[in-house]
Every structure is written in structure tokens, then in C-alpha cells.
């Protein structure tokens, strides 16, 4: 189905199972612990071995030698299978690290070996038997001291984020000179890890030259290309499962060591492999958020009005690597005749940086929101206000181009209502309740709605049972649940009566998740399968389609009223067809809009931060499930204050590489630390995203929120800091006097 024009009036609109909130059906599977995980996938294969990975303990350089006889004689082991073993292998899509093979070390943690043994036990025991000779060679390890020399680099996301390496509109430097009201700050952020609770993990085996790969992953019909690529294979000798994901946030929309390494070491022992990452192999092996060293200048007229505004952002990567482009949203978000926009990118030795939740926004946010409320205060006006007056309903870099839907002030009036800002004392410091000094802040939130095509095959059998068959996976974000709700509104059938079945590479390639393009697009890929078997049901029936309505489990056309499953009783029917897209996107542009508010204490004596509430009030067109959207929204915003708080890979300049690398290290939020989240969704449509009218939601929460825990902070203290994490260390000694 080509989607080219604005969406009319269609079977979604009806709402009596799209938009509902609705419990996830796959919800009693997880929490009975019966959802069927990676490397829980016992009874695919039967006789699995054990695989355990092995990474380097240099960050740059080679391995000259691996002494390995030790590990194949221990108790259990299979086989063992070196980088030294094996050439070079090639990259997979999106990647800048290769994954394994030859002796050159691009970062710490990169694996070098995997052991095959009958238990995990065996093959751990054996893994530490292996000797490594290396030659080690001095790396680039600190962003700072290379940001100077960094070269200006473009660089896009893959998720509608990116920048050519410095952009401009108008006359920056000549407005922001004679600008009456100018800021120039800098601002960090830190390495993030994904953190996610299921590790990477693979379970591999091959019937011939088939592989099969029972895995965690986000995209399948990337993994399945990509394994494919990585390991010299046609791509249709690869099959890709992954029913249920654990997490990702970003981390698992590409193939990691995991995988390839389960292949490799299952082809050596001729049997099932199945390969876990550890913990401490994640943020070093895979891929983090990179750090970003952010430079804000605006320039305004006495009133509040922005004549110049500049965002210029440094981070690192490995040589093929890209930067963190955070800079995209300062060219959308703010009106401003004259405009600057920059990325450089330095040359790190460090583990691969790549996406991580809402990559580009979420750092560039967090910076850019923060300058935002400095300018207000600057000028004397209120940070909602000064937003407010600076809206645009066109791109700015592009003044001839509208945006589909925006309603950003819609966002911040009624997240400032519901908040209680009018009662938020704008002198910093003068809120206090008992020991601790009480802030407020907020800040916008910002995300583009991508399009992709997405496809799905859609079956009835003669009982008026929907089976809906796609690649698309369900990563805690319930999709099952949406993708139910879209067949039962198009077929007219009750939500209990459609079966979903994802994350198979030998069902219709979808969207994938990632990039908060999932819902919207893998939706529409079912809507435009539903399309095709209303038509056969029609056929079949012997009615014409346009005059049918599908309803109540029956078909009805003029007096004529046929239960569904009539129309499948010579015979199942089956519909298949993707979503494609036009240029609508191109013409107007695309994106959702978030109010985020949050309130904060400060201890008086200790600086410790707290959350007390939050709100996030979104504009993102068509909700398709309130109950589940919600979940993705008040995820979001626990990331957000983690990344404002606490997250923080700290890296070791020395030896190159992240010391906090496992879950005691590395903090993330947890349920006590946040008492209240409030999420607030506009009612709205967007016509031009798609038949479901609807947009992405699950970065959104995340975007900005950074920066309204800093200004809550900087509210509640008179500190201001532009140094993620704002840790304790960072406010101690400039905190207000307790008396």
C-alpha cells in the first residue's frame, strides 16, 4: 500500500479498539516468567553447549599470540575458537567496531575468544585458562584533550537525526555581535550505558549451511542481513527469532559479539551454542551513548525574541564511527532568523559509541534546554514564556516548509497548569520544606516521527480466528498488544480472537523497533494487510468491499449479515502487504512535542537531590494505547533522570577503558527514587504520518527531561550546573548556607 496522500477517513477512526487502554497480552507472560527469552530458549534445539566470550584486556594494539591448550583440555570444552584462528570478519550494518577475527585491538573488551563446553561452569573455567601475548599501543582516551584537533564530521543517527559537519543560515556571528541579550556556555555530557536487563544473548545452530539464530535483538531483518554479511553466508541460509526482547534502548539494533560468536562456536562443535554476554561485557563489548561537549550561543532583542542562535557539539568514536548528533533538534525546535549548527568528531580508541535512546536528542536536550532557561533569565522572563514566544509553526532552516502538527505551546500552557507553575517562586533558593530546599523546572521536549516501510501477513480460518504474522518485535514496548488492537478494529473482530505472532525473520519484514518509529509504522504495515483480507473476505463472500462492514465478528453488507469466519470455511484466507511511503514527510515536516516539568529537593546539608514529581505532557498524534504509551513515557523519564543524576560511564584515560562497567557500578533509577510521574497526552491526529494517524511517543519522554531536572535543581539551589551528571561533588561546596 503506497501511502502518498493525507489519511481520509478510514476503519481506525471507529476507536472501538485502537486508542483504548489496554492491557498488554503478553503482560501474563512476563510476569509469571514464561515469556520465552534468548537464552532461555530450551526446547528449540535439543543438545545445547555453553559458549563463553572472552575480551581483551587492552584497549589498542594487537594480539600476538593466544596460548590456548590449557582451555581445550579442561573438563567439558568443545571447542575454542580465537580471533587469531579466524580472518578478519566484515562489518555488519551500521557498525563502526568489527566484531571479531584477526589481531588488531580497536577497543577494550573487544572479544578474542569463545569457549564451547557442555556447562557455562566448564566453559567460564576453561575461558580463564586462555594466555594472551600482547603488543600494546598508546590510545586516544580522553574527549577533552582531543576536541581541539577534532574535525568537523556530518553525521546522521539512522533515526532522523544528523547534521553535515557545519550548517548556517543567515548571519550568525554578524546577529549574535549585535544581538542587546547573548549567552555562551558550554555544556558536557557523559558516556551512557544502555543498561538494559536482559544481556545480549544467542543461542545458534546450523543444519547444514542454515544458520538459525534464537536471539535479543530489535531489528530482524537487519540481524538477518547482517549476520549474513558478517559471516560470508547467503543471506537466505540465515533465520532470525526473537519472540521477546528484554530491553535494548539502542543496543540491540545491530548484531553483536553474541551472535557471532554462538555461529562460530556452534559450526566448531557441531552442536547448538548458546552465548550470554556477561554484564561486564556489555558496556565495553557493545555500544554506548558517546560524550558530548556542547557549545549554546543565542543572541535576542530585549523583548525575549531569538535573532541568532548556534549549537556546536564535539564527541568521539572509533575511526569508521559517527558522531553523536546533537546539534538536530536546535535547527527545528526555536524560531531564529540567523542559525548555526556544527558537529566535530574525534578519534577515540573507546568501545564503539552508537544509538542509544532518542541518540542526538536526548544529549543534544539536555544541553540546549538548559541554555534556553539561562536566556530566560537573562532577560527577565519566565522559561515557559520565552519558549512560548520563540514557537514556530515552520522549519526554521526552511521557512517555506510547515510541520504537519505541532502544538508545542499546547504542551508547555497546559503542563504549566496542571503543574502549579504560577506558584513556583522564580528566585532560586527561597523554596524550602524542612531540610530541603525545593526547586521547579521544566524544559521542552522534542523528537522527529520517522517513516519506514513495514510489512505484515494477515490470516483468517474458518473459527473468525486473525492471525497476524510480522518481524517486528516487542521490546517491552507492547507491541503485541497494538498490533492486536489495529487487526481487531480492521476486522471487526474482539481483541481475543487475534493471535500475533513477531520477531521471525521468515514472517513479512517490518519497521523493527527502534527510534520511536515502531508503533506507527509496523501498525500501519498491519493496517495495510487488513486491507487486502477485507478485500478477499469480500470476494469470497461475494459482497462488494466498499459497501462491507466488518464488525461484532460478522461481515454486513445492505440486509445481508455473515459471521467472518464464513469466509475461510473453504479454505484459509491469507493477506500480505507493507506500508510505503510517499513524500509527505518531505514536504512538511514531521516531529512530536513534549512539556516536561519537574520538582526537586536539595538537602540543605548533604546536597543530595531528589525527585519529588514529575509531568510530561506530549503531543504525538494518535495514541494508540494510553495505558501502554503511558509506560513508554514514564520510562523515558526515569532514563532522563538517570542521565541527569547519576548515569555515567567513567572512563580510565590510562588504560582506555569504562571502569563502572556493570549494574553495582553503574547507577540507574529505580522505582523508590521517583514518588510520582504524571503523563498527559494531547488529543490528536496527524494525518499525513500514516492510516493510523498517529506518531511515535517513547523517546519523547526521555528528550528534555535532562534539563528540567537541571533547572529544578539550579530552582532549588542557585547552583547551575552544565556537567552531567549533577552528582553531589558538583553542588556540595557552592551550596546556599543552611541557617
Same mark, same amino acid.
Given at each position: 500500500?503506497?501511502?502518498?496522500?493525507?489519511?481520509?477517513?478510514?476503519?481506525?477512526?471507529?476507536?472501538?479498539?485502537?486508542?483504548?487502554?489496554?492491557?498488554?497480552?503478553?503482560?501474563? @507472560?512476563?510476569?509469571?516468567? =514464561?515469556?520465552? @527469552?534468548?537464552?532461555?530458549?530450551?526446547?528449540?534445539?535439543?543438545?545445547?553447549?555453553?559458549?563463553?566470550?572472552?575480551?581483551?584486556?587492552?584497549?589498542?594494539?594487537?594480539?600476538?599470540?593466544?596460548?590456548?591448550?590449557?582451555?581445550?583440555?579442561?573438563?567439558?570444552?568443545?571447542?575454542?575458537?580465537?580471533?587469531?584462528?579466524?580472518?578478519?570478519?566484515?562489518?555488519?550494518?551500521?557498525?563502526?567496531?568489527?566484531?571479531?577475527?584477526?589481531?588488531?585491538?580497536?577497543?577494550?573488551?573487544?572479544?578474542?575468544?569463545?569457549?564451547?563446553?557442555? $556447562?557455562?561452569?566448564?566453559?567460564?573455567?576453561?575461558?580463564?585458562?586462555?594466555?594472551?601475548? @600482547?603488543?600494546?599501543?598508546?590510545?586516544?582516551?580522553?574527549?577533552?584533550?582531543?576536541?581541539?584537533?577534532?574535525?568537523?564530521?556530518?553525521?546522521?543517527?539512522?533515526?532522523?537525526?544528523?547534521?553535515?559537519?557545519?550548517?548556517?543560515?543567515?548571519?550568525?556571528?554578524?546577529?549574535?555581535?549585535?544581538?542587546?541579550?547573548?549567552?555562551?556556555?558550554?555544556?558536557?555530557?557523559?558516556?551512557?550505558?544502555?543498561?538494559?536487563?536482559?544481556?545480549?544473548?544467542?543461542?545458534?545452530?546450523?543444519?547444514?549451511?542454515?544458520? *538459525?539464530?534464537?536471539?535479543?535483538?530489535?531489528?530482524?531483518?537487519?540481524?538477518?542481513?547482517?549476520?549474513?554479511?558478517?559471516?560470508?553466508?547467503?543471506?537466505?541460509?540465515?533465520?532470525?527469532?526473537?519472540?521477546?526482547?528484554?530491553?535494548?534502548?539502542?543496543?540491540?539494533?545491530?548484531?553483536?559479539?553474541?551472535?557471532?560468536?554462538?555461529?562460530?562456536?556452534?559450526?566448531?562443535?557441531?552442536?547448538?551454542?548458546?552465548?550470554?554476554? *556477561?554484564?561486564?561485557?556489555?558496556?565495553?563489548? $557493545?555500544?554506548?551513548?558517546?560524550? &558530548?561537549?556542547?557549545?549554546?550561543?543565542?543572541?535576542?532583542?530585549?523583548?525575549? =525574541?531569538? &535573532?541568532?542562535?548556534?549549537?556546536?557539539?564535539?564527541?568521539?568514536?572509533?575511526?569508521?564511527?559517527?558522531?553523536?548528533?546533537?546539534?538536530?533538534?536546535?535547527?527545528?525546535?526555536?524560531?531564529?532568523?540567523?542559525?548555526?549548527?556544527?558537529?566535530?568528531?574525534?578519534?577515540?580508541?573507546?568501545?564503539?559509541?552508537?544509538?542509544?535512546?532518542?541518540?542526538?536528542?536526548?544529549?543534544?536536550?539536555?544541553?540546549?534546554?538548559?541554555?534556553?532557561?539561562?536566556?530566560?533569565?537573562?532577560?527577565?522572563?519566565?522559561?515557559?514564556?520565552?519558549?512560548?514566544?520563540?514557537?514556530?509553526?515552520?522549519?526554521?532552516?526552511?521557512?517555506?516548509?510547515?510541520?504537519?502538527?505541532?502544538?508545542?505551546?499546547?504542551?508547555?500552557? !497546559?503542563?504549566?497548569?496542571?503543574?502549579?507553575?504560577?506558584?513556583?517562586?522564580?528566585?532560586?533558593?527561597?523554596?524550602?520544606?524542612?531540610?530541603? !530546599?525545593?526547586?521547579?523546572?521544566?524544559?521542552?521536549?522534542?523528537?522527529?516521527?520517522?517513516?519506514?516501510?513495514?510489512?505484515?501477513?494477515?490470516?483468517?480460518?474458518?473459527?473468525?480466528?486473525?492471525?497476524?504474522?510480522?518481524?517486528?518485535?516487542?521490546?517491552?514496548?507492547?507491541?503485541? $498488544?497494538?498490533?492486536?488492537? *489495529?487487526?481487531?478494529?480492521?476486522?471487526?473482530?474482539?481483541?481475543?480472537?487475534?493471535?500475533?505472532? !513477531?520477531?521471525?525473520?521468515?514472517?513479512?519484514?517490518?519497521?523493527?523497533?527502534?527510534?520511536?518509529?515502531?508503533?506507527?509504522?509496523?501498525?500501519?504495515?498491519?493496517?495495510?494487510?487488513?486491507?487486502?483480507?477485507?478485500?478477499?473476505?469480500?470476494?469470497?463472500?461475494?459482497?462488494?468491499?466498499?459497501?462491507?462492514?466488518?464488525?461484532?465478528?460478522?461481515?454486513?453488507?445492505?440486509?445481508?449479515?455473515?459471521?467472518?469466519?464464513?469466509?475461510?470455511?473453504?479454505?484459509?484466507?491469507?493477506?500480505?502487504?507493507?506500508?510505503?511511503?510517499?513524500?509527505?514527510?518531505?514536504?512538511?515536516?514531521?516531529?512530536?512535542?513534549?512539556?516536561?516539568?519537574?520538582?526537586?529537593?536539595?538537602?540543605?546539608?548533604?546536597?543530595?537531590?531528589?525527585?519529588?514529581?514529575? !509531568?510530561?505532557?506530549?503531543?504525538?498524534?494518535?495514541?494508540?494505547?494510553?495505558?501502554?504509551?503511558?509506560?513508554?513515557?514514564?520510562?523515558?523519564? =526515569?532514563?532522563?533522570?538517570?542521565?541527569?543524576?547519576?548515569?555515567?560511564?567513567?572512563?580510565?584515560?590510562?588504560?582506555?577503558?569504562?571502569?563502572?562497567?556493570?549494574?553495582?557500578?553503574?547507577?540507574?533509577?529505580?522505582?523508590?527514587?521517583?514518588?510520582?510521574?504524571?503523563?498527559?497526552?494531547?488529543?490528536?491526529?496527524?494525518?499525513?504520518?500514516?492510516?493510523?494517524?498517529?506518531?511515535?511517543?517513547?523517546?519523547?519522554?526521555?528528550?528534555?527531561?535532562?534539563?528540567?531536572?537541571?533547572?529544578?535543581?539550579?530552582?532549588? $539551589?542557585?547552583?547551575?550546573?552544565?556537567?552531567?551528571?549533577? =552528582?553531589?561533588?558538583?553542588?556540595?561546596?557552592?551550596?546556599?548556607?543552611?541557617?
Amino acid at each position: 500500500m503506497k501511502f502518498d496522500t493525507p489519511a481520509g477517513t478510514n476503519p481506525i477512526d471507529q476507536l472501538k479498539v485502537v486508542g483504548r487502554a489496554t492491557d498488554r497480552i503478553d503482560g501474563k @507472560y512476563k510476569t509469571t516468567g =514464561t515469556a520465552p @527469552y534468548a537464552y532461555e530458549r530450551h526446547d528449540v534445539v535439543p543438545n545445547q553447549a555453553y559458549g563463553y566470550v572472552l575480551g581483551t584486556g587492552i584497549a589498542k594494539g594487537r594480539v600476538r599470540a593466544m596460548h590456548v591448550e590449557e582451555a581445550r583440555q579442561a573438563p567439558g570444552v568443545l571447542a575454542v575458537v580465537t580471533t587469531l584462528d579466524t580472518p578478519r570478519l566484515g562489518r555488519g550494518m551500521l557498525n563502526a567496531a568489527y566484531l571479531f577475527g584477526g589481531p588488531e585491538v580497536q577497543h577494550y573488551h573487544q572479544a578474542i575468544a569463545v569457549v564451547v563446553a557442555e $556447562t557455562f561452569e566448564q566453559a567460564r573455567a576453561a575461558a580463564f585458562l586462555i594466555r594472551v601475548d @600482547y603488543a600494546p599501543e598508546v590510545g586516544r582516551f580522553d574527549l577533552a584533550a582531543e576536541t581541539p584537533s577534532a574535525p568537523p564530521v556530518g553525521g546522521d543517527s539512522g533515526e532522523g537525526s544528523g547534521s553535515s559537519g557545519k550548517e548556517r543560515v543567515g548571519d550568525f556571528d554578524g546577529a549574535f555581535a549585535q544581538a542587546p541579550v547573548t549567552l555562551d556556555e558550554t555544556y558536557t555530557t557523559a558516556d551512557e550505558s544502555h543498561a538494559m536487563m536482559e544481556p545480549h544473548a544467542t543461542i545458534a545452530a546450523w543444519e547444514g549451511d542454515k544458520l *538459525t539464530l534464537w536471539t535479543s535483538n530489535q531489528m530482524i531483518a537487519w540481524a538477518k542481513g547482517s549476520i549474513a554479511k558478517i559471516l560470508g553466508i547467503p543471506k537466505q541460509n540465515v533465520r532470525v527469532d526473537s519472540p521477546y526482547v528484554g530491553g535494548g534502548f539502542g543496543g540491540k539494533l545491530f548484531v553483536r559479539a553474541d551472535a557471532v560468536l554462538a555461529a562460530l562456536g556452534a559450526k566448531a562443535a557441531q552442536r547448538p551454542v548458546k552465548v550470554a554476554l *556477561t554484564r561486564p561485557l556489555i558496556p565495553n563489548n $557493545t555500544t554506548h551513548r558517546p560524550a &558530548t561537549i556542547q557549545r549554546i550561543r543565542i543572541g535576542a532583542t530585549k523583548d525575549g =525574541t531569538i &535573532t541568532a542562535i548556534a549549537h556546536e557539539s564535539t564527541s568521539g568514536n572509533l575511526p569508521d564511527g559517527s558522531p553523536e548528533t546533537a546539534v538536530d533538534q536546535t535547527k527545528l525546535l526555536y524560531a531564529g532568523a540567523n542559525r548555526l549548527t556544527a558537529l566535530r568528531l574525534a578519534h577515540l580508541d573507546l568501545p564503539e559509541g552508537n544509538a542509544m535512546r532518542a541518540p542526538g536528542e536526548a544529549p543534544g536536550m539536555m544541553a540546549l534546554e538548559i541554555a534556553i532557561d539561562e536566556m530566560a533569565e537573562k532577560l527577565g522572563l519566565d522559561p515557559v514564556e520565552f519558549r512560548i514566544r520563540n514557537d514556530t509553526q515552520v522549519d526554521p532552516n526552511q521557512p517555506g516548509r510547515r510541520f504537519s502538527h505541532r502544538d508545542l505551546v499546547g504542551c508547555l500552557r !497546559l503542563g504549566a497548569e496542571r503543574f502549579g507553575w504560577a506558584k513556583r517562586n522564580p528566585i532560586p533558593g527561597q523554596a524550602r520544606d524542612g531540610q530541603w !530546599l525545593v526547586g521547579i523546572g521544566m524544559a521542552a521536549g522534542f523528537r522527529n516521527n520517522l517513516l519506514g516501510k513495514s510489512g505484515a501477513r494477515v490470516r483468517l480460518d474458518a473459527g473468525g480466528t486473525v492471525t497476524v504474522e510480522t518481524d517486528m518485535t516487542d521490546i517491552g514496548t507492547g507491541s503485541y $498488544t497494538i498490533i492486536a488492537q *489495529t487487526a481487531a478494529e480492521m476486522m471487526g473482530v474482539p481483541l481475543d480472537t487475534v493471535v500475533v505472532r !513477531l520477531g521471525d525473520s521468515d514472517f513479512p519484514a517490518s519497521a523493527g523497533s527502534g527510534g520511536q518509529w515502531g508503533a506507527n509504522n509496523s501498525t500501519a504495515g498491519v493496517y495495510a494487510a487488513c486491507v487486502q483480507l477485507r478485500e478477499a473476505v469480500a470476494q469470497r463472500l461475494g459482497i462488494n468491499s466498499a459497501d462491507a462492514v466488518f464488525a461484532d465478528g460478522q461481515v454486513r453488507s445492505g440486509n445481508r449479515v455473515v459471521p467472518l469466519g464464513e469466509a475461510a470455511r473453504a479454505g484459509e484466507l491469507t493477506a500480505e502487504d507493507a506500508i510505503e511511503y510517499g513524500d509527505l514527510s518531505k514536504k512538511q515536516q514531521q516531529s512530536t512535542f513534549a512539556g516536561h516539568f519537574v520538582e526537586v529537593g536539595v538537602d540543605v546539608d548533604t546536597a543530595e537531590v531528589r525527585v519529588r514529581r514529575m !509531568l510530561a505532557v506530549c503531543a504525538a498524534g494518535r495514541i494508540l494505547n494510553p495505558k501502554s504509551a503511558r509506560s513508554q513515557v514514564i520510562g523515558g523519564m =526515569t532514563m532522563g533522570v538517570g542521565a541527569a543524576l547519576m548515569e555515567k560511564l567513567s572512563v580510565d584515560r590510562r588504560r582506555g577503558f569504562f571502569v563502572n562497567h556493570d549494574l553495582a557500578g553503574y547507577e540507574v533509577p529505580v522505582h523508590a527514587d521517583i514518588p510520582h510521574q504524571e503523563v498527559i497526552f494531547l488529543d490528536e491526529v496527524d494525518p499525513m504520518s500514516s492510516p493510523m494517524k498517529a506518531k511515535g511517543v517513547g523517546e519523547l519522554g526521555l528528550c528534555g527531561v535532562g534539563a528540567a531536572v537541571a533547572n529544578a535543581v539550579y530552582n532549588a $539551589t542557585g547552583v547551575r550546573v552544565r556537567d552531567y551528571p549533577i =552528582t553531589v561533588d558538583k553542588l556540595l561546596d557552592r551550596m546556599p548556607d543552611a541557617a
